[in-house]
């Protein structure tokens, strides 16, 4: 595939930025125990935040942390600012873990904030790519925002290497390293012995790379105006992302949904038609896959053909009569037992998103052709 911009770029590095961000945890694992284990209580309230993007990554980590850290939720910075009151307890032991691109969004440095007012107990863990960005300069004891408060002893920095500071407008190995990161939080005691797993994500992604983006950019080549992900558990966060993707490289022009398998029948099946391309992101747990199955075979049976229907997964389900376009295979899916799994899946999305901007006529790096969406979100005014 020939280089065509920043995007691309930051699709095809992910694997790389993977294994390197592993290492430098490894370098770090004692620090970073330290800091857990001091402020990781049975009463702490833990609490993933991002804005967009970033908060898909606590969506989607939500559901596999929980078996780690009980007391966890994802909750978005943008919601943070307008009811903080409300989603922050002023008693309880708070550890904020913000999900950041650049840093310097102004809902991330307002939760830090208000975070910081509200609780009485709070520490935080910035897991960011910019090292010159507001929340890391607060890290290193700079004065990068003079209304942030609090001090740097309570804030864990983990700095992602220096090219996951996608310079596109979509984010994309930004979202992928952010996510993998938390999960080797989570895992930081066993890391050591979950390279294996890690790597096995990474080789994924490439075989997705290697064997099915050919056959994406035909897809995505193709007409469709809408465009529908599906997935359970992790994998709904992964389709919250993968929805974005595909929505804004296409400038809106392909208007898309997400949402979980069960959850689709109950009103948004009615956005399926035959300009609708859909994505099953299927998991490998059979007592879930069974669900999955039923919904694909239903929206295959009471609609006209969709568009497109792409369906991934660890291996070829079962679904007949279900013609699929296309079925891209993970050899190392999210099995129980292995979490990071779930990471190669946001691959389709980006992909698909990359090459329907081409085909949309739009530039992937800067698709916003009316400049309603920027790489850092503008016009935000916090209310004090």
């Given at each position: 595939m020939a280089n065509t911009g920043f995007t691309f770029n930051e699709i095809h590095q992910q694997p790389?930025?993977?294994?390197?961000?592993?290492?430098?945890?490894?370098?770090?694992?004692?620090?970073?125990?330290?800091?857990?284990?001091?402020?990781?209580?049975?009463?702490?309230?833990?609490?993933?935040?991002?804005?967009?993007?970033?908060?898909?990554?606590?969506?989607?980590?939500?559901?596999v942390m929980r078996g780690m850290w009980h007391n966890v939720r994802s909750v978005a910075t943008t919601d943070i600012v307008t009811h903080a009151k409300y989603l922050l307890d002023e008693e309880r032991p708070l550890l904020l873990i913000s999900f950041a691109r650049s840093?310097?969004?102004?809902?991330?440095?307002?939760?830090?904030?208000?975070?910081?007012?509200?609780?009485k107990n709070v520490a935080h863990v910035y897991i960011t790519c910019n090292k010159n960005g507001k929340l890391a300069k607060q890290a290193n004891g700079e004065n990068g925002d003079a209304a942030l408060n609090g001090g740097k002893d309570n804030i864990l920095l983990l700095l992602l290497p220096e090219e996951t500071d996608d310079k596109s407008l979509a984010m994309t190995s930004s979202f992928s390293t952010m996510l993998l990161t938390c999960l080797m939080l989570g895992h930081i005691d066993t890391l050591?012995?979950?390279?294996?797993?890690?790597?096995?994500?990474?080789?994924?992604?490439?075989?997705?790379?290697?064997?099915?983006?050919?056959?994406?950019?035909?897809?995505?080549?193709?007409?469709?105006?809408?465009?529908?992900?599906?997935?359970?558990?992790?994998?709904?966060?992964?389709?919250?992302?993968?929805?974005?993707?595909?929505?804004?490289?296409?400038d809106g022009a392909v208007v898309c949904k997400f949402?979980?398998?069960?959850?689709?029948?109950?009103?948004?099946?009615?956005?399926?038609?035959?300009?609708?391309?859909?994505?099953?992101?299927?998991?490998?747990?059979?007592?879930?896959?069974?669900?999955?199955?039923?919904?694909?075979?239903?929206v295959d049976a009471n609609n006209t053909p969709v568009a497109q229907i792409i369906v991934i997964a660890g291996k070829a389900p079962e679904l007949p009569g279900v013609k699929a376009d296309l079925v891209v295979r993970m050899p190392y899916g999210p099995k129980e037992n292995d979490f990071y799994g779930i990471v190669a899946y946001v691959l389709v999305g980006q992909l698909l998103g990359y090459y329907a901007s081409l085909a949309h006529g739009l530039n992937p790096d800067a698709p916003s052709v009316s400049g309603n969406i920027h790489r850092v979100v503008e016009g935000v005014t916090i209310y004090e």
């Open positions: 790389a930025m993977w294994r390197k961000e592993l290492a430098a945890l490894l370098a770090k694992k004692e620090e970073i125990r330290a800091f857990m284990h001091k402020y990781l209580t049975p009463d702490t309230d833990i609490v993933l935040t991002g804005a967009g993007t970033s908060a898909f990554i606590g969506d989607a980590l939500q559901p840093g310097n969004s102004p809902e991330s440095v307002a939760a830090v904030n208000l975070a910081n007012k509200i609780c050591d012995k979950d390279q294996e797993m890690i790597e096995k994500t990474a080789k994924n992604a490439e075989a997705v790379m290697a064997e099915y983006e050919e056959k994406l950019k035909e897809i995505a080549n193709r007409p469709f105006e809408r465009g529908v992900f599906l997935g359970s558990g992790a994998l709904k966060g992964i389709a919250e992302e993968c929805h974005l993707k595909l929505q804004e490289l296409t949402d979980s398998f069960l959850g689709f029948r109950h009103g948004p099946k009615a956005v399926v038609n035959s300009k609708s391309i859909v994505v099953y992101l299927m998991t490998e747990q059979e007592d879930v896959q069974r669900y999955e199955r039923d919904l694909v075979k239903q």
